[in-house]
């Protein structure tokens, strides 16, 4: 996704949000550190509104937090384990 896409669903999407959610500008918004999340523009949007919501600092290489892919890497394993393993994608979705 390119900065300028981000900074519009930033803008027409997150910050109404932020604004009916957390009228007091005490709210946090998570973002990674994926180049769009750390363009310049990007940043001086969030920097001029931090009176109205904060960005929490994202660590750079930090492990992944989204407990979807961590799932998703114990049901390949198990179905890597089996014997014999599945031909094609249909018996592995009726195996999973």
């Not at 027409?12 to 550190?33: C, E, K, R, S």
């Not at 660590?59 to 031909?87: C, F, G």
Request: proline share 9%.
């Amino acid at each position: 996704m390119k900065a300028a896409n981000y900074l519009n669903i930033i803008a027409d999407q997150l910050h109404p949000y932020m604004a009916l959610v957390f009228p007091t500008g005490n709210g946090i918004f998570q973002q990674d550190t994926a180049p769009c999340h750390k363009a310049r523009i990007v940043m001086e949007w969030f920097e001029e509104h931090t009176d109205e919501f904060h960005l929490m600092s994202w660590p750079p290489n930090s492990p992944d937090l989204n407990p979807m892919e961590h799932i998703w890497d114990v049901i390949k394993l198990l179905l890597r384990a089996q014997t014999p393993q599945y031909p094609n994608i249909s018996t592995s979705r009726d195996r999973c």
